[in-house]
């Protein structure tokens, strides 16, 4: 068993302890993902066939914000049924934007995030030097990135020669043929990715020969992902549009002509979450609700700890290699 590189975002084990209500940037944030999803529902067909194996075992999951949520019998994948339109127009509000950029909003995440990223930095190094036998002066193109001062501390660290930062809210001039990358990094980018199979296509043709893509998600083979469903405040239209699931990725990989090299899910706090919101578990749900109402905090350790090693917990981290031609 690899060992799991500890990832999960603090700023939800914050938002928990604190409630969300002291959280004044996530409530507007929320507030203005609501205000949108309530006026972009889904117009026309119903998505009929899985966006990632292609199956017509679609069933409806949830729904909130007037959208709808599918669950894919086949590869155990969700998403959300919106239209492509609409997840443009989302991703360029200028609202959010507004927020995201603030000089106050990065401050603050950087002082929460700063030791995390660090971490991520140097485990970078560790896993290219695994698998590329090389850890400094890369070409790297990152997807998504929204921190100033993370950016920076990639495109500063040794791992990186080149840094090439790639669809961002942070405008950053930059040449627009960035040629191939030797890694590739998309952190909780996917979860905003209406077509997965074009985006891992153009990861592909970004990719040298051997290059890896390392990226970490959100995935609807996790337990507070599946346990409490709508009731699960940080999953939300359309900041979460999809949440592939493991097996999900392994074909979305395999189909580019990508090797999986590593699934982790280093999450340590889904069964806090759940706890702390307990009464988003569904009624029916007889044997969760007997458990959190009654398990002592040493069963409860032990069974995120078998969560995390069996790979069921809600974050997770893939490491890719692309396949020699
Ligand atoms: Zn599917």
């Not at 921190?147 to 090439?164: A, D, K, P, Q, R």
């Amino acid at each position: 068993m690899l060992t799991a590189f500890n990832y999960y975002d603090p700023e939800e084990e914050e938002r928990v302890r604190r409630g969300i209500k002291e959280n004044p940037f996530f409530r507007k944030e929320l507030a203005l993902a609501e205000a949108f999803s309530l006026v972009h529902p889904k117009h026309g067909d119903t998505l009929s066939q899985c966006l990632i194996c292609g199956s017509g075992e679609m069933h409806t999951f949830f729904w909130k914000w007037g959208v709808q949520y599918l669950r894919c019998e086949h590869c155990y994948s969700i998403m959300a049924d919106v239209d492509e339109a609409d997840v443009k127009l989302y991703a360029s509000l200028e609202s959010l934007k507004t927020i995201r950029s603030s000089k106050e909003y990065q401050e603050e995440g950087a002082a929460v995030r700063r030791g995390r990223w660090e971490e991520i930095v140097d485990w970078l190094r560790f896993r290219s030097y695994r698998y590329c036998g090389k850890n400094q002066g890369l070409s790297v193109i990152d997807y998504g990135n929204r921190w100033t001062t993370f950016c920076e501390m990639l495109e500063h660290s040794e791992l990186c020669g080149v840094y090439y930062l790639k669809n961002s809210i942070l405008s950053r001039e930059q040449d627009e043929n960035q040629g191939q990358a030797e890694l590739i990094l998309a952190f909780d980018y996917l979860q905003q990715v209406q077509n997965p199979k074009d985006f891992f296509q153009e990861v592909y043709e970004s990719l040298a020969p051997q290059g890896l893509l390392i990226l970490g998600t959100k995935v609807g083979s996790g337990l507070d992902v599946l346990l409490l469903r709508e009731n699960n405040k940080n999953v939300f239209p359309y900041e979460h549009i999809l949440m592939p699931s493991k097996e999900g990725l392994k074909i979305l990989l395999e189909g580019a002509g990508m090797e999986l090299l590593e699934f982790t899910t280093p999450g340590t706090f889904d069964i806090n979450y759940v706890r702390a919101n307990k009464d988003g578990i569904a009624k029916e749900d007889y044997f969760m609700r007997y458990f959190m109402d009654t398990a002592t905090p040493n069963a409860e350790a032990e069974f995120q700890r078998f969560i995390q090693r069996a790979g069921l917990s809600s974050y997770a981290q893939i490491i890719a290699r692309k396949k020699m031609a």
